[in-house]
């Protein structure tokens, strides 16, 4: 993360391929990741509670927001939130790089240069697929628009959205 950005956690009540959540899905996957960032950031300053930093340490990071939006496709998100940097999954990266989103291949670069535009980009983590481990090394980019993706190098969490809904469900 940049220090200067604020970190967002978008919900996309249209999604591309899954048509549009019922308002009672919104309120329980929000109240979910609400739930969540607060048992993240207290254990976070519980920790430097213990171990208070320096004056010469970087201040905290600001506190997630939850973002809700219309937008099916990244480029018009891209509107909504100009300079943002997507962090997106092997899964949803194989996604952005298919002409079917956009109406063909045209409408795929039309998409891009929106993108580029706005000054955005794409961070690509890696996700489990069957029996291996994915990563943007995986996945298709065109050449035109590799300068708007970047891989999300070191980390590794072998649990899908499906997966953390269904626990929180649980709990």
């Known amino acids: 993360m940049k220090p200067d950005r604020a970190p967002a956690y978008e919900l996309a ?13 919104v309120r329980r996957r929000v109240d979910a990741l609400e739930r969540a960032l607060e048992t993240e950031f207290a254990a976070s300053a519980s920790a430097e509670a213990e171990d208070p930093p320096s004056s010469s340490s970087p201040p905290p990071p600001p506190l997630p927001s939850v973002v809700l939006t219309r937008a099916p496709l990244f480029n018009a998100k891209a509107a909504l939130m100009p300079g943002s940097a997507f962090v997106v999954g092997h899964d949803t990266a194989i996604r952005l790089v298919m002409p079917k989103y956009y109406g063909g291949e045209d409408g795929m670069r039309r998409a891009f240069e929106e993108l580029r535009r706005a000054r955005c980009s794409f961070v690509v983590a890696g996700r489990v697929d069957g029996d291996a481990f994915r990563t943007l090394d995986d996945v298709d980019v065109p050449e035109w628009a590799s300068d708007l993706f970047e891989a999300l190098e070191g980390f590794r969490r072998d649990v899908s959205s499906t997966e953390l809904r269904a626990r929180a469900v649980k709990s």
Do not use: Q, R, S, W
């Open 13 to 25: 009540v249209t999604n591309a391929d899954k048509g549009t959540l019922p308002i009672e899905e």
